[in-house]
């Protein structure tokens, strides 16, 4: 059987297509991203979309299970925050077609806002959750996932890390299952969840959890493996493998299913040893099942490992006292090196501007989060996705509620204002709230690497698709007077607007039109330049955070390989100390979308 | 089993550096594990990529003091990292300064003694100017090839599986521009 190396988004966008799978949706998050750009290679046989949040495109696969599609949607641990509402909704309507949700989870926020633990949903919502621990299970699960959602007619959730999503091991590729009929049926006792409806459903899905308890104590993939000593660890997920480093001759319990607790093969194992430990990450949710049904078991868990971050191999040997932690180098004594804004980047200009005005400024999630970062400094808060837009409103109605007034924006991107804050703008439309919203539209989803969305034209597979006209859809739309489109690199027009509209004392919306510098394949830039002559270091240039540039023998000095052309601090600059080059290649100011288009986006 | 960590700056090939890496040590028998960091990091913040490989290798994460090598592509990265060196471990910089944001921005000062510090935290340290080297051949790219080159150098691997890896990796008109600078980084310690 072949085998290669996978990164467990890989996997599981093989188990996708291994499963017999034909509709496949998603909003980008890390660490689940790479799920659905891997599920779309498979186009052919699979039905693959980006949402314009999590919550459409969960909606979106419950709606094709209900023609009996094998379905999968994925999002990022939060993401399920968004979409808990037809998480909640699927349990009690099953799944005629199999029906897998991933969420991505981020133990240690490696780019998140929290480490929210998801097993946690599961249980809220009732339904099974699995863990795999490497790219082999990742694949594996959602093979076994669709098994058990149809067997069991229950959505399934496969609770992946960001250490699972983002590693690489060996996977044994197999064949396609031959994906059930699509057939639909008017049945509405079925697919309407009217109250009448919906508390027959609920005891179905209890009666459904029992079974799927005892079916936890068969599954092949919850397992003992035995050890030499009287000591067990419980593990699932990455934790297992980072704990097979630590305890070498001890009994496991391997648990691929951490709800429903398999609790005949957990006494079957608890008999075997004398004390336990649970490795798990986040919330001791296996820990609370054990200790509730052995609760005279020596049982060793969050008392002693953290509830916070990743439950790596020094953690676990520290927390036994078998490592000292305390390096031999103190890396807090070396410069940090944050991620900032790009070279070229849209946004740098809009949050030069807002930190020169003092603006309070309600932010968004997306690389444009960075600009609240030194030395731009020019944002005050971040919640989730959609948030600038409707803090904005609360902070400002409660201040005049005291009669004091703020001079506030908020900042949110493309992707982000099509995912949540066009029902944001229409709340304070609707409110009579004032400020500025500006949206950043770089005309992609950045962060997550380049992802299509409502506004860029293609679709993920490929399709070309309407292009959304934010402008149009505030002004025109939604009847926003006072709308404007501006260029990102027009330092001094963007200036003025600002300060004409943050004056006005009604809603305005400012749409900072400009696209992502790193879409550009290929690029040949012609860098800007410096004249040190007439450069007296005043240090303005350094304050847009922009990378190229830094300083030499005293003076400011563009780093040309790094360079894009943008102009940006050409125009900061006060003492005309900068200029283009007469390098080959172009300026980016000088580029339009249409050529990231030319050279294949 | 054995670990390998790769360190550097986004946007400078780390990942991809790992991805050849990772074939290398398939081909020459080894089951492999290997994580990497995307996200907000990947945008100029720093960056690694750790490989373990062995006849039986769980997790894919590195610990402290335990890495068998260090492949560094910018030198305040490879101080960054020291502490994931094992005592005996191998520790390969690349002799480059990039310089982070708060050192750009003035607010704190590029350190001038990692060079000293790097020394006195590894015993076999070899400081290469890789992106030197690679920019003499004509392309600025071939660096983490450069580094790749001294490593296998230190690495009981054969020869020719790197060669046809790297053959196998790079796009066909670069070929032999990677294989010359994979021998710069090969014969660097010779």
């Known amino acids: 059987m072949k085998r290669e190396l996978l990164s467990g988004n890989e996997a599981i966008a093989r188990g996708a297509y291994e499963a017999g799978i034909t509709f496949a949706s998603a909003y980008p998050g890390t660490p689940s991203t790479e799920i659905l750009e891997n599920v779309v290679k498979y186009k052919e046989d699979i039905q693959c979309q980006w949402g314009s949040n999590e919550k459409t495109a969960f909606e979106e696969a419950m709606g094709a299970t209900f023609t009996g599609a094998r379905s999968l949607v994925a999002m990022k641990h939060v993401g399920l925050n968004v979409a808990a509402d037809p998480l909640f909704s699927s349990s009690y309507l099953g799944a005629d077609g199999g029906f897998i949700i991933v969420s991505a989870d981020d133990p240690g926020m490696h780019s998140s806002q929290n480490e929210q633990d998801n097993r946690n949903y599961a249980i809220a919502a009732k339904i099974p959750v699995l863990e795999p621990s490497d790219s082999q299970e990742a694949k594996d699960f959602v093979i076994e996932g669709i098994k058990i959602s149809e067997k069991f007619n229950t959505p399934v959730m496969l609770r992946s890390s960001t250490r699972v999503s983002h590693s690489r091991s060996a996977v044994e590729i197999g064949e396609r299952e031959t994906p059930p009929e699509i057939h639909y049926e008017k049945d509405f006792q079925k697919t309407m969840l009217l109250p009448v409806i919906a508390r027959k459903k609920h005891i179905i899905v209890e009666k459904r959890q029992k079974k799927i308890k005892e079916f936890s104590d068969t599954f092949k993939y919850n397992s003992i493996i035995e050890g030499k000593s009287r000591i067990g660890v419980i593990a699932s997920g990455i934790a297992f493998q980072n704990g097979r480093e630590v305890f070498k001759d001890d009994w496991f319990l391997k648990v691929a299913m951490p709800y429903p607790f398999p609790e005949k093969l957990y006494k079957e194992f608890a008999d075997k040893v004398d004390k336990i430990y649970i490795l798990e990450e986040n919330d001791p949710i296996m820990e609370n099942f054990a200790r509730l049904i052995t609760p005279d078991k020596e049982i060793i868990g969050k008392d002693l490992f953290p509830l916070t971050g990743e439950m790596t191999e020094d953690v676990i040997l520290s927390k036994l006292g078998k490592k000292n932690l305390t390096p031999d180098f103190d890396i807090n004594s070396i410069p940090k090196r944050p991620p900032s804004l790009c070279p070229g980047c849209p946004h740098t200009a809009t949050f030069h501007n807002l930190n020169l005005q003092k603006v309070t400024v309600t932010g968004d999630i997306g690389c444009y989060t960075l600009g609240g970062l030194p030395p731009l400094n020019a944002m005050d808060t971040t919640i989730d996705m959609g948030a600038s837009i409707t803090a904005m409103l609360g902070m400002e109605k409660a201040m005049a509620k005291a009669g004091k007034k703020l001079k506030q924006a908020a900042v949110i991107g493309d992707s982000t204002f099509f995912h949540s804050g066009i029902t944001g703008l229409l709340d304070l439309i609707y409110n009579d709230s004032r400020g500025t919203v500006i949206i950043l539209d770089n005309s992609i989803t950045a962060m997550t690497g380049h992802q299509d969305n409502p506004g860029t034209g293609k679709t993920l597979m490929g399709e070309d698709a309407p292009v959304v006209d934010i402008l149009k859809l505030v002004k025109d739309g939604l009847g926003i007077e006072h709308s404007f489109e501006i260029d990102g690199y027009d330092v001094k027009g963007i200036r003025t607007l600002l300060r004409e509209e943050l004056k006005r004392d009604s809603l305005s919306v400012i749409v900072v039109k400009r696209v992502c510098a790193l879409l550009f394949k290929k690029p040949n830039w012609s860098p800007t330049i410096v004249d040190p002559e007439k450069c007296i270091k005043c240090n303005l240039c350094l304050k847009l955070g922009c990378p190229a540039i830094t300083s030499k023998n005293d003076k400011a000095f563009i780093v040309s390989s790094l360079c894009t052309g943008c102009s940006v601090c050409i125009q900061v600059c006060p003492h005309d100390a900068m200029h283009h080059s007469d390098e080959d290649g172009v300026h980016i100011k000088d580029t339009s979308l249409a050529d990231v288009f030319k050279g294949g986006k | ?190």
């Open chain 2, 1 to 190: 089993m054995k670990t390998i960590v790769i360190a550097g700056v986004g946007g400078q090939g780390v990942l991809t550096a790992s991805d050849l890496l990772s074939d290398v040590l398939l081909d020459a028998g080894f089951n492999v594990k290997k994580s990497e960091v995307h996200g907000m990091s990947q945008r100029g913040g720093d960056v690694i990529a750790t490989i373990k490989y062995g006849e039986e290798v769980f997790s894919p994460l590195p610990a402290m003091k335990n890495a068998d090598y260090i492949l560094a592509f910018e030198k305040l990265e490879g101080l960054r990292n020291i502490n994931f060196l094992k005592d005996n471990g191998a520790m390969i910089v690349n002799d480059f300064v990039w310089e982070p944001l708060p050192v750009a921005s003035g607010a704190v000062e590029y350190p001038d003694d990692i060079e000293e510090n790097l020394k006195n935290y590894s015993s076999d340290l070899t400081l290469i100017p890789a992106t030197d080297i690679a920019t003499g051949l004509g392309n600025i790219r071939t660096t983490n090839v450069v580094l790749i080159g001294v490593l296998a150098s230190k690495m009981d691997i054969d020869k020719d599986i790197w060669i046809n890896v790297v053959k196998r990796k790079v796009p066909p008109k670069s070929v032999e521009l990677n294989i010359s600078a994979f021998e710069k980084g090969f014969t660097f310690n010779m």
